[in-house]
C-alpha cells in the first residue's frame, strides 16, 4: 500500500485546513486508517483514527476541533482540522493497517502562526 499525503500549509491561528491521504491498494475498505503526527523534538502521536467500520477515536485534545473520515470509492482518509492551535505545529503522517501489518505516508507538514 502506497499513501501520499497532502494538504498541509501554512495557516493562522484559529483557520482551517483539511488533510487528504489516498491510497493505492484494491482492497481500501479493510483498512483501519489513522491520522499521526511529530512535532520538532518530540514523538510521534495519534491524531486520529477511523476503523474498516467507519469507527472513529481521537486524541483528547483534537476533539471537537478535527474530524477523521474515509472515502472508499476514491481510496482516500481526511482530517479536516478546525480553530488550530500553535500546538497544532506537526507533520501530519497518514497509516493505514490491516492486521499487524502497517503501512505510513510521507508526511505533510502544517503551520499554525499566533
Known amino acids: 500500500v502506497q499513501l501520499q499525503a497532502s494538504g498541509g500549509g501554512l495557516v493562522q491561528a484559529g483557520g482551517s485546513l483539511r488533510l487528504s491521504c489516498a491510497a493505492s491498494a484494491s482492497r481500501f475498505n479493510v483498512l483501519a486508517l489513522a491520522w499521526y503526527r511529530q512535532a520538532p523534538g518530540r514523538e510521534r502521536e495519534s491524531v486520529a483514527s477511523i476503523s474498516a467500520g467507519g469507527r472513529t477515536n481521537y486524541r483528547y485534545s483534537v476533539k471537537e476541533r478535527f474530524a477523521i473520515s474515509r472515502d472508499n470509492a476514491k481510496n482516500t482518509v481526511h482530517l479536516q482540522m478546525n480553530d488550530l492551535k500553535p500546538e497544532d505545529t506537526a507533520v501530519y503522517l497518514c497509516?493505514?493497517?490491516?492486521?499487524?501489518?502497517?503501512?505510513w505516508g510521507q508526511g505533510t507538514l502544517v503551520t499554525v502562526s499566533s
Open positions: 497509516n493505514a493497517k490491516w492486521g499487524s501489518v502497517s503501512w
